[in-house]
């Protein structure tokens, strides 16, 4: 391999283009005066931006950081087995599989093949994730995988299967944004979480109409203040109610476009019913928003010019979290807005492959190219494509939340293989998770580092960084792209692909499991051809040609950058208005002495922070937890600015230190979610579920709290 080479952000999906190449050794800083690339014959490679649609050069401080985890010296450079003292000591890779190869075998011939396992992860390649979930369903034959996009975007992607029949975030390129007159922005604070993607924004800002929907006065929020735009702060857990309202002033001023309703949707008569009783004074007395900004609002979302309205997990983490994105659907439908040029509706990928992770079999009921596995079609294409029987493949499995309360359970899970996940900082009501994977007999976790999850591991396999990995990662676009390694891996670590082979052989499992990531994806091409999500005219020579390839594309034919400009998924062409109501909600009003806690990211940190809390930059710029009140809610409680405090429920008792703010109401708490041990804000989050999407209810959990002692202070 040759530097310099073209590659993509580690981190979120909107998978910023930069370029990698070796550092000049003469100038200040040079690998000369830095640690050594850890057992690595190749030196650290320096980030550069390098054009793009998404990111046009720019990273944010994430990314221009990220090459520094290639040399950290926290990196695992050998397998770790845990010997009889309890302790993880080193051990050949021989060593390795063959015990976990064994413990598997007994495992499933004492309980059976669902007793064992698989939970991977949003941030693997395309390859690494349609191999992991062919290796649950054949190697292991178990129904029993899922994957940390369930936390992520399952509720958006509900939604959006329901009412246009096909799941991408965003149905048209993120550059076609730069026209729009009026962006609505509803939970999401893509100014700290994806920063290059503001620049997007500067077309809605100049028009004023960059509208911002949270119920914190975040970085993203303030880009619409001086005149270019509204920050709407409706209290936590009533998006949906909001949402109810507009679309009741829409209908009630005859702001609908009926041609558009007419002739491309169904449902109109049930959805205007549904939302008759939510008029603005009523929505004002349960969101706080007052009504005239509710009238101010759908007015400007009507006016014409290039609307589009975009989602965040803000909206969409909670127990009707489906239903409320659903609204957000409807409501861009009332306005004629998805599928025409210039408008639009989306949803914004959190994880850098979270949309191509969801589509190639690891979510429980999926098979490649976004087929239901409990189709006997979709069942017999990929078993065509395996090699297989129809029958040999597991039927639907259980979502992460159910799988994870099943560890170590009577019928549960006996043994867990852990692919790019951190489970204990991550799930909610992380203390229960914790215990549960104390119960196991086996559990085996992949990672580059000794994340909490894997410090509780028997056996931790290491594996490449994402400059030491060939594949492909699908943007929040529907954008396939290409990751190229730019250095080796350590020589001790080994490719999951290469892992999943290797254990699927010890299993004597007669199933082709390849090593070579472009001989995968020509495997993953044929297995979702057909499908909604159909790869099947993708191929690494395309790619390396520059060609921006949108799935759908099918063999033989084009990209689809922008879907829905002729029909919808649906085999009638048309979109499904969902009426929607608000259910009872268990935690959503605080009582006396209690306040509402809502979850979120830091610009400096990325999910769990097993990776960005490495980083002396971040790290340092954001050493530790920090629960964000505001003032008059500090005073009352006796709080000052940088007291320690512990923020509880019946849950558990998370530790953090205060930060006192105006940017959030009263009544809430914030705490970022990317620290783990004590700090972990998962420690109170509840573990109730969308009914729909499985999705947990991390943004509105009812916590008291309270100011600590310092150690040593007098009684």
Not at 62 to 77: H, I, N, V, Y
Not at 168 to 185: K, V, W
Not at 529 to 558: F, H, K, M, N, Q
Request: glycine share 12%.
């Amino acid at each position: 391999m040759s530097l310099p080479v073209p590659s993509h952000c580690p981190y979120c999906a909107l998978q910023c283009a930069m370029t990698l190449s070796r550092p000049d050794a003469s100038a200040p800083g040079s690998a000369e005066a830095r640690p050594p690339a850890v057992a690595s014959a190749e030196p650290p490679v320096v980030v550069a931006g390098r054009e793009f649609p998404t990111n046009r050069g720019g990273l944010c401080k994430k990314g221009w950081t990220s090459a520094e985890l290639l040399r950290s010296p926290d990196r695992l450079l050998a397998p770790l087995v845990r010997g009889a003292d309890g302790e993880l000591r080193e051990a050949g890779w021989e060593e390795a599989l063959d015990l976990v190869a064994a413990r598997l075998r007994g495992i499933r011939a004492a309980h059976g093949a669902d007793a064992v396992g698989v939970f991977g992860g949003g941030g693997l390649t395309n390859e690494k994730a349609y191999l992991l979930g062919k290796f649950a369903r054949l190697a292991l034959g178990t129904s029993r995988i899922d994957y940390n996009g369930r936390y992520c975007m399952s509720s958006a992607a509900a939604a959006g299967m329901r009412a246009f029949g096909i799941d991408r975030g965003l149905p048209f390129p993120l550059a076609d944004l730069d026209e729009a007159s009026t962006i609505l922005l509803l939970g999401t604070n893509v100014a700290e979480t994806m920063p290059p993607f503001i620049g997007h924004l500067a077309g809605a800002q100049a028009a004023g109409g960059l509208v911002v929907v949270d119920p914190r006065r975040t970085a993203t929020a303030r880009l619409a203040g001086e005149g270019r735009g509204l920050h709407v702060q409706p209290a936590p857990g009533t998006d949906l109610v909001l949402l109810l309202g507009l679309m009741h002033i829409v209908i009630a001023e005859g702001l609908v476009d009926d041609d558009y309703v007419a002739g491309r949707t169904v449902g109109f008569d049930a959805v205007r019913r549904s939302v008759a009783a939510w008029w603005p004074e009523r929505v004002q007395s349960i969101t706080g928003v007052a009504a005239s900004t509710l009238r101010r609002l759908a007015r400007r979302l009507a006016s014409g010019g290039g609307t589009y309205i975009l989602t965040g997990r803000g909206v969409e983490q909670h127990v009707d979290g489906t239903d409320t994105a659903t609204a957000a659907i409807d409501l861009a439908l009332l306005l004629g807005l998805p599928g025409r040029p210039g408008s639009g509706y989306g949803t914004l990928t959190g994880q850098g492959n979270g949309q191509g992770g969801r589509e190639h079999g690891q979510k429980c009921d999926q098979l490649p190219g976004y087929r239901k596995i409990a189709d006997p079609v979709a069942r017999a294409h990929v078993a065509r494509v395996w090699g297989v029987d129809p029958d040999a493949i597991p039927g639907p499995g259980v979502p992460a939340v159910e799988l994870l309360r099943s560890l170590g359970r009577p019928g549960g899970l006996r043994a867990l293989l852990v692919h790019g996940s951190n489970l204990v900082v991550s799930s909610p009501n992380a203390a229960t998770v914790r215990d549960g994977l104390a119960r196991l007999d086996l559990l085996v976790v992949c990672d580059f580092f000794r994340s909490e999850t894997a410090e509780l591991a028997d056996v931790v396999l290491p594996v490449p960084q994402w400059a030491e990995e060939e594949g492909t990662l699908t943007n929040l676009e529907g954008r396939v792209i290409r990751r190229r390694r730019a250095i080796d891996p350590p020589a001790g670590v080994r490719d999951e692909l290469w892992i999943l082979a290797e254990l699927a052989r010890r299993l004597d499992c007669d199933a082709v499991f390849d090593t070579d990531p472009e001989r995968v994806f020509e495997e993953l091409r044929l297995a979702s051809e057909g499908g909604i999500a159909d790869y099947s005219g993708i191929d690494y020579e395309l790619l390396d040609s520059g060609e921006a390839a949108y799935w759908p594309y099918p063999r033989g034919g084009t990209g689809t950058p922008r879907l829905f400009a002729e029909r919808f998924g649906h085999p009638d062409g048309l979109a499904r208005l969902v009426a929607v109501s608000p259910a009872a909600r268990p935690e959503t009003v605080p009582g006396d002495g209690e306040l509402v806690l809502v979850t979120g990211r830091l610009l400096e940190h990325y999910q769990s922070g097993s990776q960005t809390r490495r980083v002396r930059e971040l790290r340092e710029a954001q050493p530790e937890a920090r629960a964000t009140l505001h003032p008059a809610t500090a005073e009352r409680l006796g709080i000052a600015e940088g007291d320690e405090l512990e923020v509880s429920n019946e849950r558990g008792r998370a530790r953090c230190r205060a930060r006192i703010s105006l940017d959030l109401r009263p009544e809430t708490v914030f705490l970022p979610f990317h620290f783990g041990g004590s700090e972990a804000a998962n420690l109170v989050t509840s573990d109730a579920v969308d009914p729909v999407s499985a999705m947990p209810e991390f943004k509105t959990t009812i916590v008291r709290v309270s100011r600590l002692e310092p150690a040593g202070a007098p009684v």
